[in-house]
């Protein structure tokens, strides 16, 4: 770490790794095998963060390496048509029905970034609506949080960047609603009712830790969307293939216009892609007027790791599996919180789990927020070292995978009994 921290800001390549919202210092990982990673010091840890949800498969799957290798061998990067791309389109586009054409880029902010750019030039409008606290990568205009008093005073004091070096122009053209209020969005449309391009959200939140969406949030957003004739996005980086075959989309019934998404459709590569009707991506160069491109879009050992994910997960689905070890580890983690006196609330869908030290439930940005980040970092502390590899932050989700078995549960479960009186030690929360 003291040269990491010498080569890399705060001794990494993006912020959480850096355990700032726990303390400590990170292990450095060495190797992964199925559900586990190993530290340098070839200590083993059960991995509820897989990359940050691509690894739905667990680490290293042999027929996820050996189509890696066999791609690797034909060439790492051609900048041309090849026919891997087609058959990972294929398969997303057929989990995805409503979906006719795609876009490949290399991560999710590319494809947040590019989906936005192309709702923008489809409907001419300039401005854009996100949910405070959903994440959707690091593009400026989505660097940015609802200035003070946005929604309390009707949404005229405008939005502000969150990050420094994002210009006030850029941020003047997000404007920012509450997650689950269906009223915040209907007023941001009231006050710009032709100008909004777009509005994206992430189905289920999973950066603010888990939480899921009401119905009526979904309903609105539907309804508002298509009434005013803006776009619907929905950031599928995450939820993707990892809430079902379809995502959010197919969990739901929701109809975005137009789906981003990441993580596992690279199976652990970096791959990011839009998609949407025909009409709508015939719109991106070179078909259509909207600009977008990239080096290694496409990539084939990429591609190669996605394909090879997606017919692992069509050929054996996991879902089921996941959902029921997903409801072990929740009722186990009440347990343990329980007999430790801990308030907690847990948030989970399917493999998508938060724990928030809180006694009040968490539908919102705010009630996130609010919850004990000192107890958290207890737990987090305390499973650490019993060998359980959890998010280092309180407002992460945690990820299983289909490598996640009886054994992880109760080494895990186990683990919980002491990281749960840990965490009392903190006090309860709010
Ligand atoms: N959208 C969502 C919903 C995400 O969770 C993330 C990353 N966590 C992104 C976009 C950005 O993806 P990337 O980190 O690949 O740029």
């Known amino acids: 770490m003291q040269r990491a921290l010498k080569l890399f800001p705060g001794g990494v390549n993006s912020p959480v790794r850096a355990y700032q919202a726990v303390g400590g210092k990170p292990p450095f990982i060495a190797r992964g095998e199925r559900a586990l990673v190993f530290d340098v010091d070839d200590n083993p840890f059960i991995d509820y963060v897989g990359s940050w949800g691509p690894m739905i498969l667990g680490h290293a799957h042999p027929q996820v390496v050996e189509a890696v290798q066999s791609a690797a061998q034909r060439g790492l990067s051609f900048g041309a048509p090849h026919q891997l791309e087609l058959e990972l389109a294929e398969r997303v586009l057929e989990a995805y029905p409503a979906c006719e054409m795609i876009r490949f880029v290399s ?120 009434q005013h004739g803006a776009l619907l996005i ?134 996130a927020v609010s919850s004990n980040r000192k107890a958290f970092s207890h737990f987090f502390h305390a499973l650490l070292d019993h060998g359980v590899y959890w998010p280092p932050s309180p407002f992460e989700a945690a990820f299983i995978s289909a490598a996640h078995g009886q054994k992880e549960l109760a080494i895990t479960l186990a683990a919980a009994e002491t990281a749960m009186a840990a965490a009392a030690t903190a006090g309860n929360g709010s």
Do not use: C
């Open 234 to 367: 929905a950031d599928e980086v995450m939820t993707g293939f990892r809430l079902a075959k379809g995502g959010a989309v197919e969990r739901y019934g929701l109809k975005p216009d137009l789906v981003t998404w990441g993580k596992i459709i690279g199976g652990g590569l970096p791959v990011g892609a839009y998609g949407g009707t025909g009409a709508l991506m015939q719109q991106v160069a070179p078909s259509g007027p909207v600009y977008q491109a990239g080096t290694l879009s496409g990539n084939p050992v990429a591609m190669a790791a996605g394909l090879a994910t997606l017919r692992l997960l069509s050929e054996h689905p996991p879902y089921a599996q996941l959902e029921a070890y997903g409801q072990e580890l929740e009722s186990g983690l009440r347990i343990a919180a329980e007999r430790a006196g801990v308030a907690i609330n847990i948030n989970r869908v399917g493999s998508m789990i938060t724990v928030f030290f809180s006694k009040t439930p968490v539908t919102s940005y705010n009630t």
């Open 107 to 226: 991560s999710g902010t590319e494809a947040t970034m590019s989906a936005l750019r192309l709702a923008r030039g489809f409907t001419g409008r300039d401005l854009i609506v996100k949910f405070r606290g959903n994440y959707h990568g690091h593009a400026d205009g989505l660097l940015v949080e609802a200035g003070s008093g946005l929604l309390a005073t009707g949404g005229t004091a405008g939005s502000a960047p969150s990050s420094a070096g994002v210009p006030q122009a850029f941020a003047d053209l997000t404007l920012v609603a509450e997650y689950n209020d269906p009223s915040s969005i209907e007023q941001l449309f009231s006050l710009h009712p032709r100008s909004i391009a777009a509005v994206i959200f992430e189905p289920v939140v999973g950066n603010t830790g888990v939480i899921p969406p009401s119905p009526a949030f979904l309903e609105a957003l539907h309804t508002i969307t298509r």
